[in-house]
């Protein structure tokens, strides 16, 4: 069934609108890629945790956000259903993740091992909770604000560059701003401060920008959420749309191995930088290397998409990354300056992967509404977060699973340790090896997805 909105769509978007959404990546980025960076180090060379217990600890709350995402995206339609915005979820998140991400980082100095472990579990499940109220209907936002193929791409393209400054910004300027007042524990709590007021004025430019009442084409006026939905509804709902769209379940498959490569090489930068390349502030360079091609590259990556399509542009990008991560290899025994041109070349790939999805993202939304004569972009956007979610959490995971097998040694304190040389090569294997084998699994379900802008924007029939 397909219905219309009976408020006439916009035909473009307002400067507004634009630059909100894209403030909003300062929050996503910040939130992504520090705690993915550093909080593994933070646990194993700081707090003395074991670097198997310390895969837990990463882990535990990014299944909590498994759990909740689905329910808090049900939650979002609903009130879209009834006021017309997703303004006040964003609202929430901005008053209270700022606080809680600064206390993951601020680990009482009577805790250590266990009890540090505990510390950073309880505050970062409740950081990672305030952060899903925000993030869930920040996703749902494009299909909603954007109503035409190709503009999507051009709302999500300025999104994108603020994300790879903010990638940027924060995984080079957080260690510098940990090392700058001396590192160990008091350096990651003057980050983690530093970090979550940026944090929450990104979250604030996205509630600032995003429309009081949003008019799309081809949407239903009822949601699949109406009224108040508890857990169980949520999940019946998440499951509903994994069974019912072939195109959603493809590219979450995707986006979900590639969250796991791009976790597993956040994770396994400053292990590197400290262990391989002989200098912890190494990871400030090694970012630089990675994001800055982002920055460059994104005009272009843009107009690729139109010229070839998003999911051409995508096959090609994720090409790229798996073969630059796995040029990292010969690093173990060959270690130098060489290493930053590799992590170069991905970067230029990184921004393909972190453009092309998003800007497919909103195309599925958009198709399955029409088919389904509901909004279900809530529920999308909230199985769509906890499936990104658990891959940058897991991604950590594995590697800190792949250092615990290794016999990594881990230490409270500043100074590096010795380390076994399997532990050596474990670490150069999580940043090149383990990321180009995910990566490259991903070009599977990418083949499968079926929307092109014939099918998107003139009701053409999916292929089969």
């Not at 977060?385 to 792949?402: F, K, S, Y």
Request: net charge positive; proline share 6%; charged share 15%.
């Amino acid at each position: 069934m397909t219905t219309t909105s009976p408020a006439a769509p916009p035909r473009a978007l307002s400067r507004r609108t634009v630059t909100g959404y894209a403030l909003g990546s300062v929050a996503t980025g910040g939130f992504g890629t520090l705690p993915g960076l550093v909080l593994a180090y933070y646990l194993t060379d700081t707090l003395g945790v074991a670097a198997g217990a310390a895969g837990l600890v990463v882990t535990m709350p990014k299944i909590w956000d498994v759990l909740v995402n689905p329910f808090v995206g049900a939650r979002s339609d609903a009130s879209a259903a009834r006021r017309g915005s997703r303004r006040p979820f964003l609202l929430a998140g901005a008053a209270t993740l700022p606080l809680l991400f600064a206390l993951v980082f601020a680990t009482p100095r009577a805790l250590s091992g266990g009890g540090a472990a505990a510390w950073v579990v309880g505050t970062f499940l409740l950081a990672a909770t305030a952060y899903a109220v925000f993030q869930v209907p920040y996703i749902a936002l494009p299909a909603e604000i954007a109503p035409r193929y190709e503009l999507r791409t051009r709302l999500l393209a300025p999104r994108i560059a603020v994300l790879a400054v903010a990638i940027l910004a924060f995984g080079a300027g957080g260690p510098l701003v940990r090392d700058a007042v001396g590192g160990g524990r008091a350096g990651y709590a003057v980050m983690g401060v530093v970090a979550g007021v940026a944090i929450g004025l990104g979250m604030l430019g996205a509630w600032w920008g995003a429309p009081r009442r949003a008019a799309v084409e081809d949407r239903a006026p009822e949601t699949a959420a109406e009224g108040e939905s508890s857990a169980a509804d949520a999940w019946r709902q998440g499951f509903a749309v994994l069974r019912e769209s072939r195109p959603f379940r493809v590219l979450l498959a995707a986006f979900v191995l590639q969250a796991l490569a791009t976790g597993g090489m956040l994770a396994g930068a400053q292990y590197v930088a400290t262990y391989t390349l002989g200098d912890e502030s190494a990871v400030t360079f090694l970012f630089v290397a990675l994001v800055a091609p982002a920055l460059v590259v994104m005009p272009v990556a843009t107009r690729l998409a139109r010229r070839v399509g998003k999911r051409t542009a995508l096959l090609g990008a994720s090409t790229l990354f798996a073969v630059a991560a796995l040029s990292l290899l010969p690093a173990r025994w060959a270690p130098g300056g060489w290493v930053y041109v590799s992590v170069a070349l991905a970067g230029v790939a990184y921004a393909g992967m972190q453009l092309y999805p998003l800007a497919m993202l909103p195309d599925v939304v958009a198709v399955d509404a029409r088919e389904r004569g509901a909004d279900r972009a809530g529920v999308l956007g909230g199985v769509w977060t906890a499936g990104e979610t658990a891959g940058l959490a897991l991604g950590p995971a594995l590697v800190l699973g792949l250092l615990a097998l290794t016999g990594f040694v881990s230490h409270t304190g500043t100074d590096a340790v010795p380390q076994p040389a399997a532990a050596l090569t474990g670490i150069v294997v999580a940043f090149s090896v383990l990321p180009a084998v995910l990566v490259a699994a991903s070009l599977v379900p990418i083949l499968r997805y079926p929307l092109t802008a014939a099918v998107v924007d003139d009701h053409e029939e999916v292929r089969p």
